[in-house]
């Protein structure tokens, strides 16, 4: 090893192969912060190294001191992960073989998105005088083992997780510009160094500066063999950077000529789906996206992204399906997605949210069940919120059991509000009291309590709780319901307490809201579950509701996207109830927005499925709900 600084890593490092190997050889190029003690606790040796900008020859002149058969070369940032020894012992046995490729795991972002890259990377091979490291930065010595007749350089099952490219890491180095320095250095020496122009474009590449990495791969990719390692790298990062740059046209033949050489690259198959879905031709997406699931992940071959052929692609396809109005294969597409990896968030976001909103939640239940180690408090922060406003209460009861069991922690609101869903209102509004004489300052519990009065029309109790928050939006909102307050409240004040009201079941107060707010209150700003939540109240509630809009708008039909969602809404709405909309028919139309289309064409058809004038079954409308806001997102 060559090490500077790195008290941070270096202990983790050196756990991680100390009894693997015979002896230890760090070497030092100005350590101030303990790290050559660590390497002494070891039991390493430590050779203070010269820094002259050249990590070949830093490795090298450690090399030097090497007496074992066969060397291994690590990076303080680096760890073995799950080496066995009896297979290392018997790679090591095999005749002719000079050197050996492992597959390098490249944490990359932020550390708890558990994102990576990945590449493979020579770093254990022979101690032998001809097998040296080239290359200023980036340097490796698989070159100089192919250049030894007789030689074999082969692959391995090995694997070493790298921390180095981690956000916080690139910071705190500041990596980028040391690189730089170097790279530019070496590439005054030799113009046409490739793997100098290569490693640039790189920098460039990793600090999103896409024009200037773009114009350094173009012209490797014109002047290399497809052949040469690497290659397939270029042309992976010369259509990503044309992809961003939003060069189409270039973008696509970059991709279509990598696909001649590398047919089974899925990465590269990933990002034309993703060019094609920018580009509307959808179905020729997902085709594609197909494609790169077939071929899987291919991290052991190629330098690939996390998820590639796995869990992301599934997650894409998904996002296409639903795009394509076909959600029970979005559905299954996300499921797949977390079958590879449970807490990937963005296919866990969309499969609670579908899943809710088709009112399968025994999709979920199982899917806990199956999974209930990698349930973690993230995933639990986007479901909870889902379940109470989709008031999926089998799903809440299997939630509260697992907490019982100590598989999470939930909050002890939960089972209150639990208790409200099953209409148990008196024992929920004595648990409430007890909970908040415990926690007086927790104002959600107030607003709990303060729905719980609505709940019961205890108006008095309703005052008195809101009277506890009167400097907050509550005390307004109280004076607007009991017709005493005419002045405009905010729309995210109203959604918040529609939430809490449908959260309870206080269905009367729903209807009393929307009459005292028709105007303010924007019903497709509020999460498209909570309307299933409010599918879910009694048939007289909803048609009250209905009511209100169609005298709202009765002498005034919709007029742009916002209100044509709001058509669809309370088309759902009715329909959920057996009954129609009451709203103007002719309307005139905008040109240029599907959704008024779609709201009009909905409405009437729910009028021809009333009147039993439509011979065959439509589209769910709450698909139609999720493409909308979709479409907005």
């Known amino acids: 090893m060559i090490v500077k600084n790195e ?30 003690d660590i390497a002494r606790r070891f039991g390493a040796h430590v050779v203070p190294v010269k820094w002259e900008q050249d990590f070949a020859k830093a490795r090298n002149a450690v090399l ?6 066969w060397i291994l070369v690590l990076d303080a940032d680096e760890e073995a992960v799950d080496w066995d020894p009896l297979k290392l012992e ?15 795991v490249s944490y990359v972002g932020e550390a708890d998105s558990r994102e990576f890259i990945t590449d493979n990377v020579c770093r254990l091979f022979r101690n032998d005088p001809r097998i040296r490291f080239r290359g200023r930065i980036h340097e490796e010595v698989s070159q100089s083992i192919l250049e030894l007749p007789d030689s074999k350089l082969l692959f391995s099952n090995l694997k070493l997780h790298h921390y180095g490219y981690l956000q916080s890491e690139i910071n705190k180095k500041d990596k980028s510009k040391r690189n730089q ?23 460039y590449f990793q600090m999103e500066e896409y024009e200037e990495a773009v114009n350094i791969l173009l012209p490797l990719l014109d002047n ?53 879905q920018r580009q509307d031709k959808t179905m020729d997406a997902y085709k594609t996206l197909q494609t790169s699931l077939r071929i899987g992940d291919v991290s052991s071959i190629y330098s690939s992204s996390s998820g590639s052929g796995t869990y992301r692609t599934h997650y894409l396809a998904g996002r296409l399906c639903e795009r394509l109005l076909n959600f029970q294969g979005a559905s299954d597409h996300y499921e797949q997605s977390l079958s590879f990896r449970p807490d990937y968030m963005p296919a866990w976001v969309e499969f609670v949210a579908v899943e809710l909103l088709m009112e399968r939640s025994f999709r979920l239940t199982n899917f806990i069940a199956k999974h209930p180690e990698s349930i973690n408090q993230k995933q639990l922060s986007v479901l909870i919120p889902s379940v109470l406003n989709a008031r999926a209460v089998e799903l809440l009861k299997f939630l509260l059991f697992g907490s019982e069991c100590g598989r999470f922690t939930l909050a002890p609101l939960l089972k209150i509000l639990y208790l409200f869903q099953n209409d148990e209102d008196e024992h929920a509004h004595h648990k409430l009291r007890e909970l908040l004489r415990e926690s007086p300052c927790d104002q ?15 108006m008095k109790d309703a005052r008195n709780i809101a009277g506890l928050l009167a400097r907050g939006p509550l005390a307004s909102v109280q004076q607007r319901l009991e017709g005493e307050n005419k002045q405009i409240l905010s729309s995210s004040d109203l959604s918040l307490v529609l939430q809490i009201f449908i959260q309870v079941g206080a269905w009367d107060a729903v209807v ?24 879910q109240a009694p048939a007289y509630i909803k048609k009250e509701l209905c009511t209100i809009y169609e005298n709202q708008h009765r002498e005034k039909p919709p007029q742009n996207t916002a209100n044509y969602k709001e058509l669809l809404v309370f088309t759902w709405l009715a329909l959920s109830c057996g009954t129609i909309l009451n709203v103007p028919s002719s309307i005139a139309l905008p040109s240029d927005h599907c959704m008024a289309y ?26 139609i709900l999720r493409a909308s806001y979709a479409a907005d997102s």
């Not at 018997?90 to 390098?104: D, E, F, I, P, T």
């Not at 005054?188 to 100098?196: A, H, R, S, V, Y």
Request: proline share 2%; charged share 20%; hydrophobic share 40%.
């Open 7 to 36: 008290a941070a890593h270096l202990e983790n490092c050196l756990n991680s192969v100390h009894s693997l190997v015979s002896e230890m050889i760090i070497g030092d190029t100005g350590s101030e912060d303990g790290s050559t």
């Open 64 to 69: 030097e001191q090497a007496a074992c058969s």
């Open 90 to 104: 018997k790679l090591l046995s095999v005749r002719n073989a000079y050197g050996y490729y492992m597959q390098m």
């Open 181 to 203: 320095s170097i790279i530019q250095k070496a590439l005054e020496d030799d113009p046409q160094d490739f793997m100098m122009q290569y490693a640039l474009a790189t920098e």
């Open 224 to 276: 290399k063999e497809a052949g040469l390692g690497h290659v397939s790298d270029l042309y992976l990062k010369a259509a990503y950077c044309l992809y961003m740059l939003r060069d189409d046209k270039h973008a696509s033949v970059v991709i279509q000529k990598g696909l001649s050489h590398y047919g089974d690259f899925s990465d590269l198959y990933e990002l034309q789906a993703q060019l094609l």
């Open 444 to 458: 959600k519990l107030v607003i709990y309590l303060w729905a719980s009065a609505w709940k019961r029309l205890d």
């Open 512 to 535: 009393i809201l929307y009459r005292e707010t028709c105007c303010e209150l924007c019903w497709t700003n509020i999460p498209l579950l909570l309307l299933s939540g409010l599918s």
């Open 598 to 623: 779609a709201g009009t064409a909905y409405c009437q058809l729910a009028k021809a499925a009333f009147y039993q004038r439509l011979p065959c079954e439509f589209p769910d409308l709450r698909w």
